[in-house]
């Protein structure tokens, strides 16, 4: 049961929020104790609600809301909450929550209905018959998972039928949003261990989800509130410095927008100038990036408009005839946040050096930046000819944002709950989202700092396992090369169904679908040796060339010439398994050469006597590849980076000069075990524009 409440303990103005609400919470469950009104009129309790709603939706019909609370308070009769107070106080606070951001009638019904099924002896098939499918495909969201049948994965596992719901509707985590608002707001009755377990699951979870669905009215109370139980300190620091600024007798911000509604009023711009004081979280952000606070920092000034050109009407006035502060321009109205919000953000300068923040948006812009999805209405139906002819029929379908399509891929193949509560939170700790093109004119949406593997893992799926490489904005790119937003990415796939991804694409993955995708392909492919394939963290990366030794012994032969110093041949460069020789030089040591090298033959003709070699137990090796391939953009990199991959040690490099569009590379690298050659070699083959790699006499000179 769901059954959470409190006394609001911390003063200030938050508390006074929560104080507000106590009181109405209060007169409502003194009312719903009275017992159901009579069917032919609204029940008392809910006026608040009914008030909210018609606020928003004049026209709405109220009669699911009477019959969904009659049902409501008879099931939910006789219970209580922890603070005492009648149950049904609960989703009368989350309905009312929903109804001032302006949720339409169906999620209100929803709402009232919402602990239902979890609590009484009410069914999903009562809801439905009483209340149709909506309503009750809504209250079967929310409703959590027995800890009976699932244990410690109730948790997880509930909130991942709830992502997979509002994957179908929306409206699914707007009532949970709120649901956890209210259980917020009364957390104080909780232990304290239990009060910080909830709110780190709001911060990692809940918090990131409102900012995604771009509810910012319930995300920045959410915000105070768990920054009051993990941080108390903090927040009471705060909490002074906001009361004693609001003990000042100067205000900058009130005085700019003084200043400002003359400026707008003397161009004939019908705009409304507001102040809007920042949440705590806000206010403790700036002061630890600004240090000492003043007072234009505890606040922002909105301005409020009627069409779109106005905004920009309002930022030409505005830069005329103050002093602006360009690099704090963002144009989010041309350019929407992926949670539809549209404003845009600005700053202007005072004389005493203090900088005053400045949001213009619409009025709709702003219910939309307060409300998000939930000031969409139901998003299933059509817009009416009021909304198309206003433009907001041609908004982004919220049932499937690019983050939300993204996550509901992903936890498909999460092996296990603890994975996906993991990776969820990871998942929603990215705070921005990018758009990269296609070829095709299609876009993928993904998070910043997602690379060409997260790409290619987004398009394709599991048969990414194929690619092979990218173009980004027309040119040969890694698969490790970080893409950023409006960037033109095309993949290149390979047609070997025996592809396999790397171990260390994981370094570069990005997001939960790609790492998921290789770690199951990884898992279920383990390398020969039974051992766990090699990861980027073991594979050495090439050395600066004036760090490299130039002259090395090898340490991995054997002859039989007891106490003679080994040198590798430079000519051939001889490896195991490599057949091999050797011949005495001066000094008293043997060289050893690969028996088809043609130093060995001449030798051998002028009489040289050889001596018996073979290799020993320690199979690290130095060889010398000349790659050869045609002229383009960062081929080095590329080839030094899947040389690296492979565990080569580069010890010199020299680059030919280019000619006919065609370059070599010549490569002397040492390598932990000999028997990786033949995939070293085959990897740099595998680099775009690479079309022939093979063991050369190497060069002088280094790079």
Not at 660 to 666: G, S, Y
């Amino acid at each position: 049961m769901s059954a959470e409440a409190t006394n609001p303990a911390t003063p200030g103005p938050v508390a006074g929020a929560r104080w507000r609400a106590r009181i109405d919470l209060r007169r409502l469950g003194r009312a719903a104790l009275l017992g159901p009104a009579a069917r032919d009129r609204l029940p008392d309790a809910i006026g608040h609600v009914v008030e909210a709603h018609r606020a928003h939706h004049p026209d709405a019909d109220l009669d699911p809301l009477r019959r969904a609370y009659v049902l409501a308070e008879s099931s939910h009769r006789g219970q209580m909450r922890k603070s005492g107070e009648p149950y049904i106080t609960h989703p009368l606070a989350v309905t009312l929550i929903l109804a001032e951001l302006g949720a339409e009638t169906t999620t209100l019904t929803a709402s009232l209905l919402h602990d239902t099924v979890e609590d009484t002896d009410v069914t999903l098939d009562q809801v439905g018959e009483q209340f149709g499918e909506e309503v009750r495909f809504l209250v079967d969201g929310v409703t959590k998972l027995e800890k009976v049948d699932y244990g410690a994965a109730a948790e997880p596992e509930t909130f991942r039928k709830m992502l997979v719901a509002t994957g179908n509707d929306v409206r699914v985590m707007s009532i949970k949003l709120a649901d956890r608002l209210h259980n917020m707001r009364t957390l104080g009755v909780m232990r304290p261990e239990k009060q910080a377990r909830i709110a780190k699951v709001t911060r990692d979870v809940l918090i990131p989800l409102a900012e995604r669905l771009g509810v910012q009215a319930l995300k920045t109370e959410l915000e105070d509130l768990v920054f009051a139980i993990l941080h108390p300190e903090e927040y009471e620091h705060t909490r002074e410095l906001i009361v004693d600024n609001a003990s000042r007798t100067d205000d900058p911000l009130a005085e700019v927008a003084d200043e400002m509604r003359t400026v707008l009023r003397d161009a004939d711009i019908q705009a409304e100038v507001l102040i809007r004081p920042r949440h705590f979280v806000s206010v403790h952000r700036v002061a630890r990036k600004r240090g000492r606070l003043r007072g234009a920092d505890f606040g922002r000034l909105l301005v409020l408009v009627a069409e779109d050109a106005d905004c920009y009407g309002v930022l030409g006035e505005l830069h005329t005839c103050m002093t602006p502060v360009v690099a704090e321009f963002k144009d989010f109205i041309a350019v929407p946040k992926f949670n539809l919000y549209q404003s845009l953000h600005t700053a202007v300068a005072r004389e005493d050096g203090q900088v005053v923040e400045v949001l213009i948006r619409t009025h709709q812009m702003h219910k939309v930046a307060e409300a998000g999805v939930v000031a969409l209405g139901n998003p299933y139906a059509p817009p009416s000819e009021e909304q198309s002819a206003a433009g907001e029929g041609e908004r982004i379908d919220p049932t499937r944002p690019g983050w939300l399509s993204r996550l509901l891929d992903w936890q498909e193949a999460a092996p296990d709950p603890d994975t996906f509560w993991s990776t969820l939170r990871e998942d929603l700790a990215q705070d921005r989202e990018i758009t990269v093109f296609r070829p095709d004119g299609g876009t993928l949406g993904l998070p910043e700092g997602a690379t060409c593997v997260d790409a290619a893992y987004a398009q394709y799926g599991e048969d990414a396992h194929a690619c092979i490489g990218a173009r980004v904005n027309g040119r040969l790119a890694t698969l490790s090369t970080v893409l950023k937003d409006g960037d033109t990415v095309q993949l290149l796939m390979g047609q070997d169904p025996a592809s396999e991804p790397s171990r260390e694409w994981l370094e570069h993955a990005h997001t939960p679908a790609a790492r998921i995708a290789i770690q199951r392909w990884l898992a279920s492919h383990p390398s020969p040796e039974g051992g766990e394939q090699r990861s980027e963290e073991t594979a050495p990366s090439p050395r600066p060339a004036a760090e490299v030794p130039a002259v090395r012994p090898a340490a991995n032969v054997v002859v039989d010439q007891p106490g003679a110093t080994v040198r590798l041949a430079g000519c051939c460069t001889p490896v195991p398994p490599d057949e091999v020789t050797g011949f005495s030089v001066r000094g008293g040591a043997v060289t050893v050469h690969r028996v088809e090298c043609a130093a060995v033959a001449r030798m051998k003709s002028a009489g040289r006597a050889e001596i018996g070699v073979r290799w020993g137990d320690t199979t690290e090796c130095r060889v010398t590849l000349l790659a050869e391939s045609f002229v383009r953009p960062h081929l080095l990199a590329d080839l030094t980076e899947a040389m690296a991959l492979e565990g080569a040690e580069i010890v010199s490099a020299t680059v030919e000069p280019p000619t006919q569009q065609q370059v070599r590379h010549t490569y002397t690298v040492e390598l932990p075990d000999a028997a990786r050659l033949p995939d070293l070699m085959r990897a740099m083959r595998n680099v775009a524009g690479v079309y022939d790699v093979s063991r050369a006499q190497p060069q002088t000179g280094q790079l």
